[in-house]
């Protein structure tokens, strides 16, 4: 991905203006400080246990200038207690070929954590071309458990709304939020 933005950059004469940096969210350092941190599609999720999260949050913190903004999103905890994953299957079509992609939940209630599983296959007809697996596990949060983190970590919780609808509120039925945090 970051090879195919770098040569779109280039494309668009905007090499001088742009780069890319690659490295572990949890203790990059671009040294730098910049007056927002943007991370989008549950990143935050994907930060497990309590010292990953904890030590994704110092990272941005460490990256944003006093007041700077602090943009994420991640699953809503009593959405997902509420609404339970459950299994999906998606179906695609690519010129001859039909993608399948079985998604397998398993939630752990006492980790806050859902595992899903996810089945791969590419058919062209009815013979199996490709396949893969992956296991994504995401932490479902809490906004008091943010708000704790966030404060640990030397930033305040803004604003808390739905994933993209800044003027509508959060219940139990959102299961994606986004958080707008300020650094102090």
């Not at 935050?44 to 944003?64: A, C, K, M, P, W």
């Amino acid at each position: 991905m970051v090879a195919i933005a770098k040569a779109k950059t280039e494309a668009e004469g905007l090499s001088d203006h742009m780069w890319f940096e690659t490295g572990n969210i949890q203790n990059v350092n671009l040294k730098d400080t910049f007056d927002a941190v943007i991370c989008m599609f549950a990143v935050i999720g994907y930060q497990t246990s309590n010292e990953d999260l904890f030590s994704t949050l110092q990272t941005v913190r460490t990256h944003l200038k006093p007041k700077g903004l602090f943009i994420c999103d991640f699953w809503y905890g009593p959405a997902v207690l509420k609404q339970r994953p459950t299994e999906r299957i998606k179906s695609l079509h690519e010129e001859e070929d039909r993608i399948l992609r079985i998604a397998r939940p398993e939630i752990d209630t006492q980790k806050n954590i859902v595992s899903v599983s996810y089945h791969l296959l590419r058919l062209r007809g009815m013979q199996l071309v490709e396949e893969t697996q992956e296991l994504h596990q995401m932490r479902y949060l809490f906004k008091p458990e943010m708000e704790f983190f966030l404060s640990k970590s030397g930033m305040k919780l803004l604003h808390f709304c739905p994933f993209m609808k800044s003027d509508e509120i959060i219940n139990d039925e959102t299961w994606n939020v986004t958080a707008i945090v300020q650094a102090e």
